[in-house]
């Protein structure tokens, strides 16, 4: 399987913003979809948002509002746009295909990129 490399993280001070991506070689979002999820230190993972293949959104409702999705026409490339972060974002950042089958199951989690919101 191919994984699928977070890059966008940081460290940012509460109020601030920073914008995630999820990419691999011949990965398609557009028929994939994405799913992020993080894991705070000592915390277990959580699921932080998704889109779909329809493009349909989906976020937990710590991060409604703040968080959303966006796309570059160019490239086609999905971001997860954060703002308005707060310290409780602070995580470890993960994604994976929302769909598991057909080519999406060549895919899978990326290492994850780390966010860091001071206060």
């Known amino acids: 399987q191919v994984q699928l490399v977070e890059s966008g993280g940081g460290s940012v001070q509460a109020g601030g913003s920073l914008s995630l991506s999820c990419t691999a070689p011949?990965?398609?979002?557009?028929?994939?979809?994405i799913q992020w999820y993080r894991q705070a230190a000592g915390k277990q993972r959580e699921w932080v948002s998704s889109?779909?293949?329809?493009?349909?959104?989906s976020y937990v409702g710590s991060v409604e509002g703040r968080f959303a999705f966006s796309r570059d026409a160019v490239q086609g490339t999905v971001y997860l746009q954060m703002n308005s972060l707060k310290p409780e974002d602070t995580a470890m950042y993960s994604c994976?295909?929302?769909?598991?089958?057909?080519?999406?199951?060549?895919?899978?989690w990326g290492r994850g990129t780390q966010v860091t919101v001071s206060s």
């Open positions: 011949g990965f398609n979002s557009e028929t994939c979809g």
């Open positions: 994976k295909p929302r769909i598991v089958r057909g080519e999406c199951s060549e895919y899978t």
């Open positions: 889109i779909s293949n329809d493009g349909s959104t």
